[in-house]
Every structure is written in structure tokens, then in C-alpha cells.
């Protein structure tokens, strides 16, 4: 894949490039997104450089989905909705077409081993591809009414500009989700990619280019870490933007609502978790393991639904510890994301490793045992050895706070309501696992656990076709699946009358 740009011709004279979207005509631009050139006499115009504030308008402006004449949305004809779906999947055979480019640079920018990144890709180019169908589904009503001489009648318009702000962990997936969803409903979007990844934002902008999707639609303003929080305020704070999206920790995700507040946006988060893996007695311990390692040491631990709190019942502890910790020194391997082989990559920073053995260091001091790892790994300073701890209690901080590393602390309990209890005592509730062969209690367990997500048997629970998001403080909305893209779009009431 070539990064620098082949820039599409200019569409800005074609009205039916204007019309699949809700935005005025856009300004002059060569680009969805500032990128740099290697071609003698193709290089992006370079703006007078000017503060934060300015830089992040110009690009909202840009997106243009709302304007100052109120000009009525025109996006949802049904010409439109079929054009929107065929860029999008246009979208989506590019990435398909580009995936071990784009996996390299997810993992040159995170580390992720390389498999990862390129599950990763599939997963992410699987929203555009999923979000294209979901464009010409987006459904009106005509509702019943008591008098004779009226019809009423529910349309669905897109909101308008949406900023999306988006983590380094899934530095593609997490972009792919939100914005193919907002491209569907007929918005625009201004993407800020987190300062640790941003060349994977950068490069799905040059295969929007590249699928013709009409420039200033898709905008990317990356930004260094010292500049973050004023580029979130900025775009939060904007006039034209009517929709904010963020996946991130909840502390940064109640600074941004605190910021859309004042303007009342529509707003949907995907923010922290502390999932509980609860081991139920009757559970098949071989099968428990085995999700066990694929929830808690994907990404190395560095998921928003991975495993957090172990929970395992008296009567198989000691049998899944033993399974657990023999599993994890044959199959996980740390190294260098482009080595074969390569399970572990490193941690994103070295704050990052200073939580794990914060964590770490803490649950050893009130009584944990190390059962395997416990400090950081020979291969570098940001990489931390896949750690197991026995003996944890509701106390320490791994059972309290969300890791975000290769650690699993195994709590001990005796009964169901004792498990739940300790599952729920938190503030949080994104993802919740538990391994059960009773079905009554399958049953129970899943409906009391306070998640929005519930993996039963199963460890691995993220699907395009289904709802993703949390309750209590993980987060507000839902993303991905037929629910997604109604975060996107107003619903209007039309009252019709003289009939």
C-alpha cells in the first residue's frame, strides 16, 4: 500500500457527491486528511500555523455538516443512502485489499503482534462492510392516530458533524465502528486518533480517498500528547459539532461530557471496565482455561473487556490455578510484534507497566502469592511477564482498579450470591464472563451480573452484528450491529394534517 496520496480528482462541482451526506458545499481540499507527499507538485496546500483551537474549527468546518443558512438535511433520499452504501463498501475492499499493510502499522505503532493486528484489520474493515448494508435500513414509520384527518409519520435524519475520539489499543477497529456508523446515518466526521497511533487513522484516510468518499467527510487531526486536551476540548466544544463519540478511560470520558454539557450534544461512550471471570464448580475447568487466555492476554492484557478479577469457586481453585499457570508458560510467548511466534507484545508506555507492577507490588504486600511472572520481562522496559496471582482479596487494587496489563488475580469464593456480589461491587460494568454447565444457573448469573455484555462459556465476545457497550460509568449508547447507527441519526415527528 502506497501511503503518500494519489489524490482523487475534486469532486467539489459534482452535486451528487455533495448530496450523499449532510454538509454544504465543502471548500477547496485535496484531502479527507492532511497528509504528506512524496510526489514532486503533490503536496497538500500547508496552512499558516495557527493555535489548537483554530486548527481543530478549521477541520469541524470543514466537515461542514451543518451550516449557517439551516439548509435542510437532503441525505437520506434513497438515492443517497445507495450511494453511501456503495462507498463504504468500496471502503471496506480496500482494507481487505491493504490488510497486512495496515496490520504492520498497527503493529509498529502499538507493538501488537502481528496476528493480532491482522485480526484486527479484518474485524475493523468487517464494520464498513457491515455498516454499508446497515445504510439502506435506516427506517421511518407512519404511526395510527385518533383523528381522521391527520397522518403522523417518524423520519430519521443524520445529526450532522460527529467527533469521534478514539484509544490506541484497536487503533483502527475502534475508528471503523464509530465512523461507519456516522457515514451510513449521513454525517461527517472529524477523527482524533490517540497520540500513540495515529498513523493508522492517517492511512484509513488515504483508502477513503481512494474509495472516493467525498473530501471533508472523513477528517483526521492527530495530535501530540501535550496538545490532547485541548484538541478534545475543541472539538467538543464546537458549535457545528452535534454528536461526540470517545472510547477511553471513564475518568477522560466525564471531562468530555462535562464539555458537551454546556451545549447539550448527543454523546456516546465506550469507557472503562473491570470485568469479572467468574469459574462456577459445575464448569468444565479445560474450557474455562482456555477463555481464560484468550479474555485476559489478548493485546497483552490491554482490552477495555478483558478479564480484570478472576473469580473461582473452593471445590476447582486449585485445579484451574494449576491449568491457568501451566498454560500461560506454553502458550504465551513475549517478544517483538513482528517476530513469529510472538504472543505478548510490549506494554503502550511506561506509565503502562508501572500500573502492572503497581498492581503487582500492592497484592504482595496484603497477602497475594506469584504463582508465575511478577516483574518486567528481559526483553525491554515495556514489557511486562504474563502474571499470575493466587490468595487475591477484595482489598487490593487488581481486584479494584482496571489493569490494562498481562495480570490475573484469582479471587477464591464459596457461593453464587458471594460471586455476584463481589462481581457487582463496582462502579463500572462493561464486560462480565462466568463458566457454568448448570443451565438454571446460567440463567440466574447472567441476568444479575451488572454488565452490558455477557460472555457465557465464552471468552471472546465482540461481534459486528452485536450491541456493543456498558452500563453504570463503562459508558452511555451502543456501537457495531443494527443499534449502531441509530447513535447517528435525529428522530423527527411529522404531524400531517387537513388529510
Not at 256 to 272: D, F, I, T
Not at 300 to 323: E, M, P, W, Y
Not at 363 to 375: D, E, F, Q
Request: hydrophobic content about 35%; glycine content about 8%.
Amino acid at each position: 500500500m502506497v501511503l503518500s496520496p494519489q489524490l482523487p480528482q475534486s469532486t467539489e462541482g459534482d452535486p451528487k457527491m455533495r448530496l450523499k451526506f449532510r454538509c454544504p458545499p465543502p471548500p477547496p481540499r485535496t484531502a479527507a486528511a492532511c497528509l504528506p507527499s512524496d510526489q514532486p507538485g503533490r503536496s497538500v496546500p500547508r496552512r499558516k500555523p495557527q493555535n489548537v483551537d483554530c486548527r481543530v474549527r478549521d477541520e469541524v468546518g470543514r466537515a461542514g455538516a451543518l451550516n449557517t443558512s439551516n439548509q435542510s438535511p437532503v441525505g437520506h433520499e434513497p438515492g443517497h443512502l445507495r450511494e453511501r452504501s456503495s462507498l463504504l463498501r468500496k471502503w471496506y475492499d480496500l482494507m481487505m485489499q491493504n490488510k497486512d499493510d495496515l496490520a504492520k502499522i498497527i503493529t509498529a505503532e502499538s507493538g501488537k503482534p502481528l496476528a493480532e493486528a491482522q485480526g484486527e484489520m479484518v474485524y475493523s474493515a468487517l464494520f464498513l462492510e457491515w455498516f454499508s448494508e446497515e445504510a439502506r435500513r435506516v427506517y421511518g414509520d407512519i404511526i395510527p392516530t385518533s383523528s381522521k384527518d391527520r397522518r403522523a409519520l417518524v423520519l430519521k435524519q443524520p445529526l450532522g458533524v460527529a467527533s469521534i475520539i478514539t484509544p490506541w489499543n484497536f487503533p483502527s477497529a475502534m475508528i471503523t465502528r464509530k465512523v461507519g456508523a456516522a457515514l451510513a446515518a449521513g454525517c461527517t466526521v472529524v477523527v482524533k486518533p490517540a497520540e500513540d497511533t495515529p498513523f493508522s487513522a492517517l492511512a484509513l484516510a488515504q483508502l477513503a480517498n481512494q474509495a472516493g468518499i467525498p473530501p471533508g467527510v472523513y477528517n483526521v487531526v492527530p495530535c501530540s500528547r501535550a496538545k490532547a486536551k485541548e484538541v478534545g476540548e475543541a472539538l467538543c466544544t464546537d458549535p457545528l459539532v452535534s454528536k461526540i463519540s470517545f472510547t477511553g478511560s471513564t475518568a477522560t470520558g466525564k471531562i468530555l461530557l462535562h464539555h458537551a454539557a454546556n451545549s447539550v450534544k448527543r454523546v456516546s461512550m465506550e469507557l472503562g471496565g473491570l470485568a469479572p471471570f467468574i469459574v462456577f464448580d459445575s464448569a468444565n475447568v479445560d474450557q474455562a482455561v482456555k477463555g481464560a487466555m484468550a479474555s485476559k492476554f489478548r493485546n497483552a492484557g490491554q482490552t477495555c473487556v478483558c478479564a480484570n478479577r478472576f473469580l473461582v469457586q473452593r471445590g476447582i481453585h486449585d485445579s484451574f490455578v494449576k491449568k491457568f499457570a501451566e498454560a500461560m508458560k506454553t502458550n504465551l510467548r513475549v517478544g517483538n510484534g513482528f517476530e513469529e511466534g510472538t504472543t505478548q507484545g510490549p506494554l503502550i508506555n511506561e506509565k503502562a507497566v508501572e500500573k502492572v507492577e503497581k498492581h503487582v507490588s500492592d497484592a504482595v504486600s496484603k497477602g497475594a502469592t506469584i504463582v508465575t511472572g511478577g516483574k518486567r520481562h528481559q526483553y525491554g522496559r515495556n514489557f511486562f511477564e504474563p502474571t499470575l496471582l493466587s490468595n487475591v482479596t477484595k482489598d487490593m487494587l487488581c481486584s479494584r482498579e482496571e489493569t490494562f496489563g498481562p495480570l490475573a488475580p484469582v479471587i477464591k469464593f464459596d457461593t453464587e450470591e458471594e460471586a455476584i456480589a463481589i462481581a457487582n461491587a463496582t462502579d463500572v460494568g462493561l464486560a462480565g464472563y462466568f463458566y457454568s454447565q448448570d443451565p438454571a444457573q446460567i440463567w440466574r448469573v447472567a441476568e444479575q451480573l451488572e454488565v452490558g455484555m455477557v460472555g457465557v462459556n465464552e471468552g471472546m465476545i465482540s461481534s459486528v452484528e452485536c450491541p456493543f457497550g456498558g452500563v453504570k460509568q463503562s459508558g452511555l449508547g451502543r456501537e457495531g450491529s443494527k443499534y449502531g447507527i441509530d447513535e447517528y441519526l435525529e428522530v423527527k415527528y411529522v404531524c400531517y394534517g387537513s388529510v
